[in-house]
């Protein structure tokens, strides 16, 4: 007899970058009474890794729980980049309904496109909160009909239709159900969720069903699985069976030793959870997504639509530069290897592979910016390590013919610079789809571009729209071979000796094009040091003093003004180094460096490959 559990609502906040979800979910944990009344709250407190309050964005999806008017609301917060896409789908299978937020002004963009056909292909009911309605240059009305446009282009049945529009300032604390009531609290939006987001429904008499839709890792327990019970009730100490759809050999009996439901940020003991309960549980060594754990008497697996498959691809490698194990606490292949391997306990969009050099592994992921937060992660740990530039991942189809990823690029410019945003996608494959006026002056154009021709774009892109522009990708299939492409014009500046660089060196590198680094810097041979103006690479060393004579004072060296250098961060560095570079990263340092340092076998290299 399936039955709904009145007291509990499963719900997803999903939206596009930084349209407000992880404020919105603060304020709900803040008017729900989580916190004491003089408890110190941080900003943003669902996003608890450095990189994501760094960065503003949502990496991981994180559960939360509030209780309205005896109600258990259970909340999952999703990122809302596309790189990190494989998080979304997996969580929409743990919820009833989802919260869709839209930015008043910016209006639906291309992430709350994807995320939004994500859930109406489940089914779930959607209520849309219209956010940042107290920006000035707020438009909420005319959202509400891209809202609408958006449902119909996704072919959205007719009672999704139908949904509630709430209006919000996450900021301000405040919902409202008209623009023109007063605003007060958050009480609209939770009435909004108890009247139209459906209660769970389950057999609780029946077998258990539990679906693993993400993993958590904790040093002293391992691995934690979380789901949702489906049916049935869990217990701790009982006796379980772990079936998967996709791997039907799987039939693994274990056994329930700690089990855990979310009360506000915490995780609190439980004894045992029925239909409806969104639970973690603990002591399953190698659970993963996807797998359902079942009672022994009815083992059976719940679908679970497969992970999207990575497009990217780049080397990790063991740093073998002169500096090599000077600033990094782990430098060994085997720390690498042990954590990457960890990586995958939590990451399921990622893939790493051994390679024929014990030194060296390919780690895949969905985009330039899912790997570039893995490497800062590791830097920030003490790892020290080299990538190599990103590869795209080919497919052969069933005629042999190769197939590329391709992306959907959509990018918002100001008028002026229209134009040379389509010539340099022109260049690298890019073709335009779509070209609208956008809000304000800005021109949105939709191009079908190559991954590949993505890499190394997004610094380009920034400079040349001066800072202005917004580009948003998503992956858009499989594709034949659009040819090559001529990727970075500029040559290299490379260092001649190892030693420190000087002024004086630096003063007569520099005009030979940009230089990355200032004086009093340690460099090697080999290293790069700045981007050539010119096509090819030179070498220059940085390192020479003037030959002080008697009839000069050394003081006639102080009039030598260097250009400030360019810094580069993780992503413009991934995005300058070219296939015969490799980027060294260190706790302290970022240095690019040519792959063969000695400028003899380099140039013999380079002939051989001619």
Known sequence: MREKREDVRNIAIIAHVDHGKTTLVDELLKQSGVFRANQ?????????????????????????????????????????????GGEVERVLKMVNGVILVVDAFEGAMPQTKFVLRKALELKLPVIVCINKIDRPEARPEEVIDEVLEL???????????????????????YAVLELEDGPE?????????????????????????????????????????????????????RDMVVVNEHNPD???????????????????????????????????????IGDTLCSPEHPEAIPFQKISEPTIAMQFIVNDSPFAGQEGKYVTSRHIRDRLMRELNTDVSLRVEETENTDSFKVSGRGEL????????????????????????????EKGKLLEPMELAYIDVPEEFTGTVIEKLGQRKGEL??????????????????????????????????????MNTLFDGYAPYKGDIQYRKQGSLISFETGE??????????????????????????????????????????????????????????????????????????????????????PKSLRIRKKILDPRMRKRAAMKQN
């Open 40 to 84: 110190e709250v941080a900003e943003r407190v669902m996003d608890s890794n450095d990189i994501e309050r760094e960065r503003g964005i949502t990496i991981l999806s994180k559960n939360t729980a509030v209780y309205y008017k005896g109600t258990k609301i259970n909340i999952i917060d999703t990122p809302g980049h596309a790189d990190f």
């Open 151 to 173: 449902f119909i282009d996704l072919e959205a049945e007719d009672d999704q239709l139908e949904c509630p529009f709430v209006y919000a300032s996450a900021k301000a604390g």
């Open 185 to 237: 609290n958050m009480i609209p939006l939770f009435e909004t969720i108890l009247e139209y987001i459906p209660a769970p429904e389950g057999d609780p008499e029946a077998g258990t069903q539990v679906l693993i839709s993400t993993i958590d890792y904790n040093e002293y327990v391992g691995r934690i699985g979380i789901g949702k019970v489906d049916n049935g009730v869990i217990r701790v100490g």
């Open 250 to 288: 799987r039939q693994e009996k274990v056994r329930i030793s700690k089990l855990y439901e979310f009360d506000g940020l915490d995780k609190t003991d439980v004894k045992e959870a029925s239909i409806g309960s969104i639970v973690a549980i603990s002591g399953i060594s190698d659970i993963s």
């Open 370 to 397: 899912h790997l570039s937060v893995l490497i800062e992660n590791m830097r920030r740990e003490g790892y020290e390590f080299a990538v190599s530039k990103a590869e795209v991942l080919y497919k052969k189809d």
């Open 433 to 470: 789809r779509n070209m609208n006026a956008g809000s304000g002056s800005y021109t949105r154009m939709e191009f079908s571009i190559p991954a590949r021709g993505l890499i190394g774009y997004r610094g380009e892109f920034l400079t040349d729209t001066k800072g202005n522009g917004i």
């Open 501 to 586: 660089s000087v002024t004086y060196g630096l003063y007569n590198a520099q005009e030979r094009g940009t230089l990355f680094i200032g004086a009093g810097e340690k460099v090697y041979s080999g290293m790069v040091i700045g981007q050539n103006g010119k096509t090819d690479d030179i070498e220059v060393n940085v390192c020479k003093t003037k030959h002080l004579t008697n009839t000069r004072s050394s003081g006639a060296d102080d009039a030598l003004r260097l250009t400030t250098p360019k810094v580069l961060s993780l992503e413009e560095a991934l995005d300058f180094i070219d296939t015969d570079e490799l980027l060294e990263v260190t």
